[in-house]
């Protein structure tokens, strides 16, 4: 199985600032990476396939980068609707498996 | 647009049986693998399913594998997870997924979701 660590955990910042968020892979996924935002009481929501490909509807401020082991996602200025908790998720081998979360938090 | 409606969550006893159901409309529902993904209390995702377009292939989780069996029906464009044996460790919100496309097993649309509750 492959696990994917995500860091920080927790990641306090104000709104407009860059936030950076880190997936580790336990072995190479290629660029079989996606990233998920979730809200409380909502369904998460897709943001990134495939290591960098912005799902339908997702605004620019949103970017991801990577390959092989290690990949990012970037919030380029983050408005007040981005504080949630953030998933990474491998398709490169079954099982599926999601990391842990980072959780985007207002300073 | 594609809609994701999951129904009959609940209240079971530990070792007992419940079974899910996600109605899908909004697209050519033989053209995607679906997938069930759950969320316990205060805990991150958690994949657990997946059918492919035509029920021939299926994959599950180590933690359900043997438990649960995961369905479709084509003619209803409806997702089933019959989940048998269930432990406290399966007290979750239940999530129905289609992948973004076709052989990406990517979740690009999401119900709302329904929440199981094992406990006596």
């Known amino acids: 199985e492959i696990v994917l660590t995500q860091s920080p955990a927790t990641l306090s910042l104000s709104p407009g600032e860059r936030a950076t968020l880190s997936c580790r892979a336990s072995q190479s996924i290629v660029t079989y990476l996606a990233w998920y935002q979730h809200k409380p009481g909502q369904a998460p929501r897709l943001l990134i396939y495939d290591a960098s490909n912005r799902a339908t509807g997702i605004p620019p401020r949103f970017s991801g980068s990577g390959s092989g082991t290690d990949f990012t996602l970037t919030i380029s200025s983050l408005e007040p609707e981005d504080f949630a908790v953030y998933y990474c998720q491998q398709r490169s081998n079954w099982p599926l498996t999601f990391g842990g979360g980072t959780k985007v938090e207002i300073k | 647009e594609v809609q994701l409606l999951e129904s009959g969550g609940g209240l079971v006893q530990p070792g007992g049986s419940l079974r899910l159901s996600c109605a899908a409309s909004g697209f050519t529902y033989t053209t995607y693998a679906m997938n069930w993904v759950r969320q316990a209390p205060g805990k991150g995702l958690e994949w657990v399913s997946t059918i492919s377009g035509f029920g021939g292939r299926t994959y599950y989780a180590d933690s359900v594998k043997g438990r649960f069996t995961i369905s479709r029906d084509n003619s209803k464009n409806t997702l089933y997870l019959q989940m048998n044996s269930l432990r406290a460790e399966d007290t979750a919100i239940y999530y129905c997924?289609?992948?973004?496309?076709?052989?990406?097993?990517?979740?690009?649309?999401w119900g709302q979701g329904t929440l199981v509750t094992v406990s006596s």
């Open positions: 997924a289609r992948e973004v496309q076709q052989e990406l097993p990517t979740f690009g649309y």
